[in-house]
């Protein structure tokens, strides 16, 4: 599914960019683009950003 339609990034690709390291909207941003476009996903990625970083805590 995609999350970014200005930049055709996929929930699958946004998932890889955090398991790589990304923790910012805009880190996601300059490995793909998502966000910075239109800017409608901002809040798409905000949401999978904390997701991705609750998982890490409770993992921790
Ligand atoms: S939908 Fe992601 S920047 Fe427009």
């Known amino acids: 599914m995609f999350v970014c339609i200005c930049k055709a990034v996929t929930e ?3 998932q890889e960019h955090l398991g790589d390291g990304a923790d910012t ?3 996601i941003g300059a490995r793909c683009g998502a ?3 239109c800017g409608t ?3 798409r ?3 999978l950003l904390c997701a ?3 998982g ?3 993992a921790a």
Do not use: I, K, Q, Y
Request: charged share 30%.
């Open 12 to 14: 699958e690709e946004v």
């Open 35 to 37: 966000g910075w476009g």
């Open 52 to 54: 991705h970083a609750v």
């Open 41 to 43: 996903c901002v809040e």
């Open 25 to 27: 909207t805009d880190a």
């Open 56 to 58: 890490r805590h409770a």
């Open 45 to 47: 990625l905000n949401e």
